[in-house]
């Protein structure tokens, strides 16, 4: 096979820290090609550098055959780098043509470009309106916008960042077949992802990435996903202990919980119903965009929603705000660290404040108490392991690991009745997701109510007692996770969402 | 090339230090200005800096310098707060123009009555009319989602128009011979603002500065109000999920800033200004945005602030005297302070590399 | 009696200042830049114009130093706000303050000298008035037609997915300040050499804000700032009608009118977008959010 792209010895560095370090290897034309590593890893700081958003301080890029070395993205669009975003990429405000036409060097008249889009689109079994605009599409379609804005400049090489992270097991399934008909017509991918089993049934090779460095270049198929995985982390990988755990009485009630979209590109909360009961954890899955954040928002006081919709041990805490709710029990740590479970610009002295402030009695008769505060700070950093000089280090200083330990540590130590988490192990390094894990079940064994909401359903499945899912702001009835499969579990997610597998013959 | 880093927190170091870097700059560019225009710039920045309080004359402007950094102080202390929370306030002059006239109004309201409960149902009174004043913006934004920003700075307008019908027409001094404008507060005592320690240019305005300094203090540095104030501003998303409600935080804001601004309007009618006029608004409301960023929201930095932009405030007075400067210089020279300070505070914020 | 011909062609007098601005200031926040101090570059372009018109005898001449006068000094907003990274409202206010100012003092020469005479174009409307509303299809056109202007759409929607597909956020955006700040110019030249015909301290009196206020009237849309513009002027005449009819409502207080219309029109318009369910019209959705990329 002829080789497409070629890495010799690339490094970059930031202030701090070594992002990539003497980073080889190739991709042939036909090939997918798997680059597999950790958050962290220099997954995405490499990528940047092949499609030119970031110069790297050594070595050298081919492309077939020829030197390579992009000034900007236009320069790798025209030398025949295509990219997939995972974020950043689509303008929700502009139509799906125009979205197109933006990721072009020299797109064709209004008219004429429609009629390729819709022409491609239909190769593809991607369906898509041109002149739609993107704040109304699904995360299934937006990435089809993605993936089409590639497909009509027919790239040599095709970079895709994580594109299952916001889709179904059936929608991923369905983007493999495109990527491999793809692949069929000579065109190199280069495939994103620290998801072992799909890079096993999927990739023809591996080049894993770890702090930085290329640990090595393997066939995936050769390899159990336990093996990819120590070569991925460095280490066997840590499993949690679900032991001694039994469900007592209900805790929170949540009942025919509707809410309006808070704005017009969130989700409408649709009919919710569940119960939890002590000592239990409760998965909830779903794609992004289906009404995680609205959720956790109604529970957690951000949002109020109309009498009798959520109860805590029979209190009607509805139309109660967050501080309230925390009095009472109901804790809540959100998705996003910066900015919203944390203020990045804050110390975790006063980080403590945002949700400690009455809990922990670290305000009395509105007088902060700074003592109490730190006192506090020190404690969630010695328990939950914060790696950080100090309590007077900016939240944003940290890493995402040790942020996230101390965001889920502070509420964690507010013993909680019930505690909400969206997304608890985003972006955090294999080691602090673990330990966050382990926190979340040792909560439950103390009896308290657990919800995680999350859209890695690895993470639900080796958590959660029972499973629901999220899908355009509705809740499933939740299931017993033993003996759940993916395949059920995709299809309570919502299955393929009308995609069609791709019909062109390669 | 340059590059610059972003730091994860604030440097300390530049934060006091960039201020003073904007007002050297603005020096050396005030200077180049000013030999621009064909004077000396070394004679015109000892005019303006060093001769109200060291030179000939400055028996007579050094008490002037509390008389204008009193409003100054008091109405930044206001706009300080709500800009920390993100709630750009911009139509102070106006708030300080309504307080003005309220407090005025009561006083000529009792006139010519005697009793020492007039002066404070004054200051009760202006600190309310621009608590009302600054409430209107809060409100139409909690409301309508109308931008504060464009509402409170109309009001400005508004009230300016408002305070020339209020000279030329319910107001006006019937005693003055026809000419616009109220009666002379100064003149009536129960209702007047005189200067308590003679030769210090010390009011009652300027204690209510230095109550609102501390006050201000206490509520950003040891008060949970405080802090939900820095979130709102730090991270939006983060305060609601304390529990902070974004609409009563935008009342809260402007209310209080409209309180203190309307005051300073008060202590400016019934005491170093003494009546209303047409043209009773004078820039203060405009200027203390100035003393607010100057002072890098933090009351320390608003009293030194407040300080150096009345200095310039009676240097620029005592240059129009004694060099021929123009009046609007001191104007640019404000205007120009502003930028540096904006500017320069990128320092605070990022590190500056040189690469390759 | 009055001839409806007449308040009309009045109308578009008193909107053009207004309309000028509010264009510029339009492909400014289209870029996602909220530049405050429309006001400030108004004045500028006021007194540079009234000045270059004053010396050379021609009005054309004085736009044309207008509109360089407005560019230039909106490159210091420019240059504080892409490059230093500064908070757009503080520094568009400080604009303002600046241009207030320097033009106080520069301008003390012109007081009480008039304007040369502005030739009349078709219509007896002035070639200014005929520019403006040329320029609202034009810039209409560039928007929503033109590669360039999807591309300043996409930077101010999502400077970081524009930046990702490798679009130079700056350069653009720059470029949108310098036009707002050449067509605020043009406006506030339009108030001193067509409309006063002299110059005088402050004498844009809230028209740059007012100006801000329409772009917001307007849903980011060229045709809606023709229509606040032609509001606004209408709510001139009137007022000024008014004084000349002699109703008994003091002067100071009719003259409040085109504020309060202002405040009116803000708050209609925001409650339609908060409390209506369209999606469309919104903000752009990166609007004053200062840019900067790691590299």
Known sequence: MTEVFRAIGLGKSYPGVRANDDVSFAVSAGEIHALLGENGAGKSTLVKMIYGLVRPDDGQMQLSGAEYLPADPRAARAAGVAMVFQHFSLFDALTVAENIALGMENPPPRRELSRRIAQTSSDYGLPLNPNRRVATLSAGERQRVEILRCLLQSPRLLIMDEPTSVLTPQEAEILFATLRKLAGTGTAILYISHKLEEIRSHCDSATILRHGKVVNTVTPRDHSARALAAMMVGAEMRTVDRSNRQAGAPVLEVSHLSLDAPTAEGTRLQDISLELRAGEILGVGGVAGNGQEELLSALSGEALSPAGTVLLEGQDLSRKGPETRRQAGLLAAPEDRLGHAAVPEFSLTENTLLTGANRQGLVRRGLIDPGAARRFAEAVITAFDVRTPGPGTAAGALSGGNLQKFVIGREVLGKPRVLVVNQPTWGVDAGAAAAIRQSLLDLARGGAGVIVISQDLDELLELSDRFAALNDGRLSPPRATEGLTIEEIGLMLGGAHGMEVAHVEA | ?356 | MIDPLSVFLMLLGAATPILFASLGELVAERAGVLNLGVEGMMICGALAGFAAAHASGSPALGFLAAAVGGTAISLIFAGLSQYLLTNQVATGLALTLFGLGLTAMFGKPYEGTKAPSMPMGPLGLNWMIWLGLIAVPLVWWFLNRSRAGLVLRAVGENHDAAHALGYPVRRIRVLAIAFGGAMAGLGGAYISIATVLQWTEGMTAGAGWIALAIVVFSRWDPRGALAGAWLFGGVTVLQLRLQAAGVSVPVQLLSMAPYLATILVLVLISAQQKFGRSAGGAAPGSLGRPFHALR
């Open chain 2, 1 to 356: 090339m340059l590059r610059l880093e972003p730091r994860a927190s604030a440097s300390l170091g530049w934060q006091i230090a960039t201020p003073v870097l904007a007002v050297l700059a603005t020096m050396i560019a005030g200077g180049i200005l000013f030999a621009a225009l064909g004077f000396d710039p070394l004679a015109a920045i000892r005019t303006i800096f060093w001769d109200p309080l060291f030179g000939t004359a400055a028996g007579y402007s050094r008490p002037q310098l509390l008389v204008k950094a009193g409003p100054l102080i008091l109405i930044a202390c206001g706009l300080a707060l709500g800009f920390r929370a993100g709630i750009w306030n911009i139509g102070a002059e106006g708030q300080y123009i309504i307080g003005g006239i309220c407090g005025a109004a009561v006083a000529l309201a009792t006139y010519p009555n005697e009793g020492i409960w007039i002066f404070p149902a004054m200051i009760a009174a202006g600190a309310l009319g621009g608590m009302a004043w600054g409430l209107i913006p809060a409100l139409l934004r909690n409301w309508f989602g109308a931008s504060e920003i464009l509402v409170s700075l109309m009001l400005v307008y508004v009230a300016q128009r408002i305070t020339a019908w209020m000279s030329f027409g319910p107001l006006k001094n019937p005693e003055g011979f026809g000419f616009p404008g109220s009666r002379n507060l100064q003149q009536y005592e129960p209702a007047s603002n005189p200067e308590l320690i003679a030769g210090t240019g010390l009011h009652w305005g300027v204690v209510a500065a230095g109550v609102a300094l501390i006050a201000t203090w206490f509520i950003v540095s040891r008060h949970i109000l405080g802090f939900h104030i820095r979130t709102a501003g730090a991270a939006p998303r983060a305060a609601r999920f304390a529990g902070v409600k974004p609409s009563w935080l935008v009342a809260l804001c402007l209310g209080f800033s409209g309180a203190l601004a309307g005051m300073a309007g008060l202590f400016e009618a019934a005491g170093p200004g003494g009546q209303i006029t047409e043209n009773f608004g004078s820039g203060y409301g405009f200027t203390a945005i100035i003393v607010a960023f100057l002072g890098r929201l933090h009351p320390v930095g608003i009293l030194l602030g407040g300080l150096l932009l009345a200095l310039t405030y009676i240097g620029g007075e005592l240059a129009q005297l004694t060099m021929q400067m123009p009046a609007a210089s001191v104007q640019v020279f404000q205007g120009m302070l502003l930028f540096f300070i904006l500017g320069f505070d990128i320092l605070t914020r990022f590190r500056i590399r040189r690469v390759r």
